[in-house]
T-cell receptor, first 113, second 115 residues
Framework: SQTIHQWPATLVQPVGSPLSLECTVE??????LYWYRQAAGRGLQLLFY??????ISSEVPQNLSASRPQDRQFILSSKKLLLSDSGFYLC????????????FGPGTRLTVL | GNSVTQMEGPVTLSEEAFLTINCTYT??????LFWYVQYPGEGLQLLLK?????DKGSNKGFEATYRKETTSFHLEKGSVQVSDSAVYFC??????????????FGKGTLLTVNP
């Protein structure tokens, strides 16, 4: 069976510091991978998606970047965090792009002070 | 454009009460529709889905019917339990070809069930 892991579970960082959140998937090959942000009262916003190693598409302009160095590894980064980067970050994977169910990780709670 | 609108919460019910959470969508083509549930402190889990008009998705006592004529996918449960307390998200994704792969979510509805 497939599993998805995210770490850390919670993170408190000062404004201007760098960020690295990691997501890994086990039990499947060549998954599609997604990063979402869930801000209070604003639902989920898709930030990035990837269909393969080194292939990243950005949905919204922002202070964040994503990378996929390995097939089942997806990393969300920032060089300098902003207060507005606070939120709950969710990684997800799916078998295909169009109609497939997405499977979500447990999330990372990021607080920027 | 594509969007999902669901009733704003929070919704507070007593155990065994009837639940309805409304969801309507706008989309080009014929999207697949989903309800996801997020329990406190956890990620999202798929609750149920429907891929074409008049389909009924069901799981754990929850049901939702894909109504193309009203562009709706309302979530219902006949008798809620305390363990149903969670945030519920309605979502859609296009089922036709092209590059629009995006899973579009509503803002979520917080449900609290009291014993």
């Amino acid at each position: 069976s497939q599993t998805i892991h995210q770490w850390p579970a919670t993170l408190v960082q000062p404004v201007g510091s760098p960020l690295s959140l990691e997501c890994t998937v086990e039990g499947t090959s060549n998954p599609n991978l997604y990063w979402y942000r869930q801000a209070a009262g604003r639902g989920l916003q898709l930030l990035f998606y990837s269909v393969g190693i080194g292939q990243i598409s950005s949905e919204v302009p922002q202070n964040l970047s994503a990378s996929r160095p390995q097939d089942r590894q997806f990393i969300l980064s920032s060089k300098k965090l902003l207060l507005s980067d606070s939120g709950f970050y969710l990684c997800a994977w799916s078998f295909g792009l169009v109609v497939d169910e997405q499977f979500f990780g447990p999330g990372t709670r990021l607080t920027v002070l | 454009g594509n969007s999902v609108t669901q009733m704003e919460g929070p919704v507070t019910l007593s155990e065994e009460a009837f639940l309805t959470i409304n969801c309507t969508y706008t989309a080009t083509g014929y999207p697949s529709l989903f309800w996801y549930v997020q329990y406190p402190g956890e990620g999202l889990q798929l609750l149920l889905k429907a891929t074409k008009a008049d389909d009924k998705g069901s799981n754990k006592g929850f049901e939702a019917t894909y109504r193309k004529e009203t562009t709706s996918f309302h979530l219902e449960k006949g008798s809620v339990q305390v363990s149903d307390s969670a945030v519920y998200f309605c979502a859609h994704i296009r089922s036709s070809g092209g590059s629009n792969y995006k899973l579009t979510f509503g803002k979520g509805t917080l449900l609290t069930v009291n014993p």
